[in-house]
């Protein structure tokens, strides 16, 4: 496929060509009508000027006119000093084909040749009159058949403009498309000097998918389009606008000196909250976005860097919020670097054994026995060092890979389970499982079947799942916890009460344990809405039978106001950091720790 450049080239390649031979045609007609005249000829110096003023002007009136004035002058000398027939065969059946260039596809050409011929009938001798019917012949059809290709030319390149148009044209919203956007840079945005630059605003509606699932296909459109008209009105007269796919706009600004002033008034019009509030079920809804912006001359004039660029500030954008605004920087590019390096290096990760799971021991409140452990994946890279959890995880997920690193982990906890088991030392060992995991592993299957192959007692199995993963997929989720409690192990919600879901799930799902995330923990002895909030949950596992845990215990007196209030188990750096298999044996598994108490639930 051509592209577009190379289009624009053959285009005036050809139209070169065409002007090229206006001119000599017109050259050729001068010089007939200046030698064969010989009383007006010296007029016709002015017939040349006349036609190609006509051919170059860019006003059609203007176009007219001289093309009228200049023929009527033909005609006029004709009708003084009429020219031999033979001036027909050698010069005038070129001036039809300059009308023809001057006005395809119109009546034009066939108006020049009827007045060329037509005194011509009034004034020939009877002997040359077969000869001027033959011209007369000639010319018509030549002329005619020129006139119907131009016009079927005409109106096919006119249909051609109106499929091209569809094409480039958003169906909704009437906005310039993908396709159009990407013409649009590849021919508009090469950088001609060093005060000059573009810069791309690329717009992410938030939540736009629950709007969708929410009130339905036809109220989304009617918000997108409205949403356009509003991006519209803020971008006229200095920027253009188009809609990439979905809920995806680019913004493409331009500006020679103040660029950066041009890009935060945009930035302002898009945060401004009453811009943005529609109508829906006759309800007020509030939209907002995340935006990534990025520069053309920051990414070295390389569209594929730039448009990659914006997607990942906006990208970051997303992730940190709603409402938010992401310039690509330097830190961005570095962190582009560093993400693109983990995301490659996690396969191998499993392969080489860089993995490693650490336990952090869940202790009751008063005797401070050990009953459990969390494990918690840790990565030690030979090149990039320590990798935190807090960012491969997230890489991990996005890429799928979760799922490959979710059953090592699962595999390798249910070994050393039964390992300390098998040593007299039987532990509740959690492991902490993603959305990711639950929408696109087989994981009842797979646990079950390390259940059965490292012969662990399921008890001392814990699935600890967030309130984020059960309301993406309650269901789905749901009946996968059934059938694991079916099997014996048990599920514990981690986090619990920082998505701010409904409790109503909680008298439907399968579920042992609640945790009390950090956040709440931290201040609860200073705040009395944390201690509150730790209050209510506690009496909420009580009054449900369910056993509650506290995580990120770290000082004494956070533990005095968790007995108190009547928690059964905590974990944090109070007792204890998360420390590796064999740390944890040589800790832990001391007969004073492992006096072990029943599974406290409340009745």
Known sequence: MKSITQKVVDALDIKVVVRAGYMIAIGLISYTLITEHHVVGWTYILFPFGMIAALLTHSPKRCKFLAFCSFVHVLLGGAIEPLELGALDDAFLLLPLCYLVL?????????????????????????QFPHLVENTIELLLITTFATVMTYYKRKFDEQLKVYRK?????????????????????????????????????????????????????????????IAEQLKYI???????????????????????????????????????????????????????????????????????????????TQKAKSTGKNRVRWYDESLLDETIRTHQIESQLEQAIKQGQFELFYQPKVTM?????NGAEALIRWQHPVLGTISPAEFIA???????????????????????????????????????????????????????????????????????????????????????????????????????????????LKHLPIDVLKIDKSFVDDCVNIKNDHMLVKTIIQLGHNMGKKVIAEGVEYEAQRLLLVSEGCHEYQGYLFSQPVSAEQFTERFMQKHYMQRTPNVRAV
Request: net charge negative.
């Open 366 to 370: 008063n005797a401070q026995c050990v």
């Open 103 to 127: 006005f395809p596809g119109t009546i034009w050409p066939m108006l020049v040749v009827i007045s060329l011929i037509a005194h011509y009938f009034f004034t020939v001798p009877s002997d």
């Open 166 to 226: 569809e094409s480039l044209t958003d169906f909704l919203t009437q906005l310039p498309n993908r396709r159009a956007f990407y013409e649009y840079i590849e021919t508009h945005t090469n950088i001609s000097g060093d005060n000059k630059d573009f810069v791309l605003l690329k717009v992410d509606i938030d939540n736009f998918k629950e709007v969708n699932e929410s009130f339905g296909q036809h109220q989304a459109d009617m918000l997108l389009k409205a």
């Open 235 to 313: 971008s006229i007269d200095r920027a253009q606008l188009f809609r990439l796919e979905g809920d995806e706009f680019v913004i493409l600004l331009t500006e020679r000196d103040n660029i950066d002033h041009q890009v935060s008034g945009m930035v302002r019009e898009l945060m401004r909250s009453d811009q943005f509030q529609f109508e829906l079920n006759r309800g007020s809804y509030q939209i907002t976005f995340s935006a990534g912006i990025s520069s053309l001359k920051k990414a070295a004039n390389n569209h594929d860097i730039w448009l990659k660029n914006v997607d990942i500030a």
């Open 395 to 505: 890489i991990a997920e996005q890429t799928k890979q979760i799922i490959m690193i979710g059953r090592w982990v699962i595999r390798t906890a249910c070994l050393q389970a039964k390992q300390w088991a098998d040593a007299g030392h039987p532990i509740t060992i959690s492991v902490n499982v993603s959305t990711v995991q639950f929408a696109h592993d087989d994981l009842f299957p797979y646990i079950r079947h390390i259940l059965r192959q490292t012969e662990l007692d399921p008890h001392l199995l814990q699935i600890e799942i967030t309130e984020t993963t059960l309301m993406k997929d309650t269901d789905r989720v749901t009946k996968i916890c059934r059938r694991l409690q079916d099997e014996g192990v048990t599920i514990a919600i981690d986090d619990f009460g920082v998505a701010y879901s409904s409790l109503n799930y």
